[in-house]
């Protein structure tokens, strides 16, 4: 009898073109395909010139998400070569300026559990949250899957991450990932997919669970994803969706490469300093920083939870005067959902600023970017040198509660968590 | 294939896109994406390199985001290969769906015998680079898949 197969294995196995093939790299059909303004109008003129057609237009996710509303002539341009493509190619789902393309996959019920997804955008990965394999890749790969509706790919070694315990009230799922990146470092799951098992007490939120895949990429892996359960369920009936759920699930005897067991009770907010998402460090132990800039937005966070959490921290409070705060919802339905739920309001009367749905400055491309003097507290998933703006400038990554709290102090301090 | 021959340039661990080719140049204009390549690293890279030179580095190299204007600087730049001690996996595929051979060396610690500015000699065919003191340094083969998309000039080639 053959050895058990993980998660991902079956997955992939279901979705080979010829299930006969044991070679290392295989040919396999995607379930969706999901593309943005920035990468989607790299291959627009290669697409045409090859005379292609889209295999199949009512699995295509497209948004405007990086120049949503464009800032420069030149992204208008950028901008207008990706709408006009995606309407004369008839996308069904062309959602334009709704939000980041990450959040608006996870929205839609085409990413299902046990779906098999690529995306020309990395952190497309997020949809592991609701158990898709769901992986990024540039824009050559997202041309040939977007013209044959297949791609190229290697089943990938899996690591086992079994979370036990109960979270406490201070940390989100962004301190999970952020302790994962301590624990395996920048490349610890290259070339490997990540599969969380999750065993705390209560589960863990679907909103956490997005957190800790988006970031899964951050750690090498090309998959990020959950078992899936009942909130994944709940979550997509939630949803709306019509479909029954597949319910594939791993064997017990699956044969992982590693098992980390991790007992969520003992964790304490974590920061990753400059310059990577993997130079964590638990607050309590963080340099005492003064900041300019607290960012709660991107793909990685800004969903109803950090919003929520965000607001808790700032009520009644104002934002130091020292700082910008600048509040970006993941879409437009979170916003929405914030706008009802209050608390936009109570972030505003303290002093944050909202800007509409999109990547905002987390790429260093819209507003919000940082100067060289900039010292800036994120919920954002990349720290590298540059990336958000200025050579010069530093980014700390933080969870939404965290980034709301030094916003009001002034600082990253040690004594953040110390009231 | 035929032998790559250029100078090389050396660099560290996770050497992510973001530094490679800075989101700020991101643009559909190949002058302004040729000239973004590694220029807030440092803005003399750019304007020295010649076409066939080497990218050497180290652990992880390419890490990030997936936009393919870093590949696209590094083509336009002519860069004939990238030898390092492994690659990120979007960064690997982007690489050789466009025809930019990447090759992993067979033992790391041989990183360290390539110096800044040394011509090298990369043979495809035998996996093997030569440095300018006509030493060996021995790289894993790159497998039949991946030669048969290099063989074909990238994956849009086998579109058909």
């Known amino acids: 009898m053959s050895p058990g197969r993980t998660f991902v294995e079956k997955v992939i196995d279901s979705h080979a073109l010829d299930p006969a093939d044991e070679g290392l790299y295989r040919r396999v059909r995607i379930d969706a395909l999901l593309g943005h303004d920035a990468t989607i109008a790299l291959l627009v003129d290669e697409f045409e010139r090859r005379n292609l057609k889209v295999w199949d237009p009512d699995r295509v996710i497209f948004t405007n998400d990086h120049f949503s509303p464009p800032a420069t002539a030149e992204r208008a341009d950028i901008s207008n070569k990706f709408l006009c493509f995606a309407r004369a190619k008839k996308i069904r789902h062309l959602m334009m300026d709704r939000g980041i393309c990450h959040q608006l996959l996870v929205e839609s019920p085409l990413c299902r559990p046990g779906a098999l997804i690529v995306g020309a955008d990395s952190h497309t990965i997020m949809g592991g949250g609701v158990g898709a394999c769901a992986t990024g890749m540039g824009s050559t790969d997202i041309l040939f899957a977007l013209a044959t509706g297949t791609t190229w790919m290697r089943k990938p070694p899996s690591i086992q991450i079994v979370f036990r315990g109960t979270l406490p009230t201070n940390c989100s799922g962004r301190d999970i990932i952020l302790e994962l990146l301590r624990l395996l470092g920048e490349a610890g799951a290259q070339y490997r997919a990540l599969e969380f098992w999750d065993r705390a007490e209560p589960k863990l939120s679907q909103d956490d669970r997005f957190a800790i895949s988006n970031m899964a990429v951050e750690i090498g892996g090309k998959f990020g994803v959950f078992v899936p359960d009942e909130v994944t369920r709940t979550y997509c009936a939630n949803r709306g969706d019509v479909q029954p759920i597949d319910d594939v699930q791993p064997d017990p005897d699956a044969e992982y490469e590693r098992t980390l067991e991790i007992d969520l009770s003992k964790l304490t907010p974590r920061v990753a300093k400059p310059w990577s998402p993997a130079n964590v460090v638990p607050i309590s132990e963080a340099p005492e920083v003064p900041l300019t800039v607290a960012f709660l937005g991107s793909c990685s966070s800004a969903r109803l939870s950090d919003i929520r959490e965000a607001a808790e921290e700032v009520a009644g409070k104002q934002i130091s005067p020292n700082v910008r705060f600048v509040v970006i919802p993941a879409s437009v339905q979170v916003f929405s959902d914030a706008l009802r739920a209050g608390y936009v309001q109570t972030l505003t009367d303290a002093g944050a600023v909202f800007n509409q749905s999109s990547c905002g400055p987390c790429g260093g491309i819209d507003k919000g970017v940082l100067g060289a003097t900039d010292v800036c507290i994120s919920t954002s998933n990349r720290n590298f040198r540059g990336r958000m703006g200025h050579w010069e400038s530093q980014t700390y990554l933080a969870s939404a509660r965290s980034v709301a709290r030094a916003a009001v102090l002034g600082r990253l301090s040690p004594e953040l968590y110390e009231d | ?160």
């Open chain 2, 1 to 160: 294939m035929h032998v790559i021959s250029g100078k090389a340039w050396v660099f560290g661990d996770n050497l992510n896109t973001d530094v490679i080719h800075p989101p700020e140049f991101f643009s559909l204009d190949p002058d302004r994406v040729r000239a973004g390549l590694f220029h807030k690293l440092d803005p003399q890279i750019q304007p020295n390199l010649e076409p066939g030179d080497v990218l050497v580095g180290g652990h992880n190299f390419g890490c990030g985001s997936s936009r393919e204007t870093s590949m696209r600087s590094l083509k336009l730049n002519q860069i004939g290969a990238i030898v390092a001690i492994d690659f990120a996996r979007i960064f690997f595929r982007n690489a050789t769906n466009n025809g930019l051979p990447c090759l992993v060396f067979r033992n790391a610690a041989d990183k360290e015998r390539i110096s800044a500015g040394d011509r090298l000699n990369l043979d495809i065919e035998r996996a093997v680079l030569q440095l300018p003191d006509a030493s060996e340094i021995a790289l894993e083969p790159p497998g039949a898949f991946i030669r048969q998309i290099w063989e074909a000039g990238g994956l849009l080639s086998m579109l058909g």
